[in-house]
């Protein structure tokens, strides 16, 4: 049985830091991608960043380069999400996914939710300012 748990999330302010966590477990991910996307309340969810499982090759979206890192730990299979100058605007529920993603250059597919075949179950992340 395939499980995603995600863990790191909180109450921080304005500038603070954060990493999420993301344990995965119940099967081979190697020819994988591990996302984070993130939903706040009445909004859809949206991509954030992802990692190839294989090689480490990244992928953000526009609005977290520079404040986002995605890294993995292969002999823990688990995926980090470091996540600095935080602001309001982070507030959201963070969800974990794996999916298969093509060899080669990242690029939109992985920003969407119906490549992902696994998904968390959140870490609510709450920016106060």
């Known amino acids: 049985q395939v499980q995603l748990v995600e863990s790191g999330g909180g109450l921080v302010q304005a500038g603070d830091s954060l990493r999420l966590s993301c344990a995965a477990s119940g099967r081979t991910f190697s020819s994988y991608a591990m996302g984070w996307f993130r939903q706040a309340p009445g909004k859809v969810r949206e991509f954030v960043a992802a990692i190839r499982w294989s090689d480490g090759t990244t992928y953000y979206a526009d609005f977290v380069k520079g404040r986002f890192a995605i890294t993995r730990d292969n002999a823990k299979n688990t995926v980090y999400l470091q996540m600095n100058s935080l602001a309001p605007e982070d507030t959201a529920t963070y969800y974990c996914?794996?999916?298969?993603?093509?060899?080669?250059?990242?690029?939109?597919?992985?920003?969407?939710?119906?490549?992902?075949?696994?998904w968390g179950q959140g870490t609510q992340v709450t920016v106060s300012s």
């Open positions: 996914a794996a999916g298969g993603v093509p060899p080669g250059p990242p690029g939109s597919r992985w920003r969407a939710p119906g490549v992902y075949d696994y």
